[in-house]
């Protein structure tokens, strides 16, 4: 009963959709009519800058941390991939938007793996920085991250509850991006712009 707990509790505290929230408050706009219409911390640091992205990125990864790690340190890795996994899921399809679309589940991901297992976690971060630097494209820092879960998984020497969780992961965040792989296909996937260099 209690991993049912904690799996439920997860799925709370991942439904919280910190981006919607964020923009309503500070700038009274819905930040589904805005950008791509997704919720996720992506779209709202694109649309409205790091002021609200950065809070947003920390706010969607703590909300897969602190369900994921609390479950770990309380039932072990088992529970934590599952009180993971449904903050994730509760991303997706949050409760409190009547359940409808939310995010890519990215940042809320990174965060559950820093809660079940830190040197995965960590490392993921690490991958999706160095592929964002090269590419500017958000969705393929994503997707090569989210996807290096299964290797770091591996690699660290995690129980196999947590690789599954890590193909679990790679796999929802890959078939969330489904439409920006059409675009990257088509040359349309737009990138992340530098900023402007000082006169």
């Known amino acids: 009963m209690l991993t049912v707990g904690l799996a439920v509790a997860g799925y709370v505290v991942g439904s919280m959709p910190w981006g919607y929230w964020l923009v309503r408050i500070f700038r009274g706009e819905d930040i589904r009519t805005q ?10 640091w694109r649309v409205y800058g790091r002021r609200l992205g950065i809070p947003a990125v920390l706010l969607d990864a703590a909300k897969g941390f602190a369900p994921a790690f609390v479950a770990v340190e309380l039932a072990g890795h088992g529970a934590g991939v599952l009180a993971g996994a449904a903050a994730m899921l509760g991303h997706w399809r949050p409760l409190f938007l009547g359940f409808r679309r939310g995010g890519k589940m990215v940042a809320t991901a990174g965060g559950a793996f820093l809660g079940v297992a830190p040197l995965v976690g960590g490392a993921s971060a690490g ?4 592929v964002f630097a090269l590419t500017r494209y ?13 290797f770091w998984a591996w690699l660290f020497g995690y129980p196999w509850p947590v690789i599954a969780f ?34």
């Open 35 to 44: 950008g791509s219409g997704n919720i996720g911390a992506s779209n709202v």
């Open 127 to 130: 991958v999706w920085l160095l």
């Open 166 to 199: 890590a193909c679990f992961a790679a796999a929802g965040v890959v078939f969330l991006h489904k439409a920006n792989i059409r675009r990257l296909v088509r040359g349309e996937e737009s990138r992340f712009r530098r900023p402007a260099a000082s006169p």
């Open 138 to 150: 958000a969705s393929v820092a994503s997707m090569v991250s989210a996807v290096s879960l299964i």
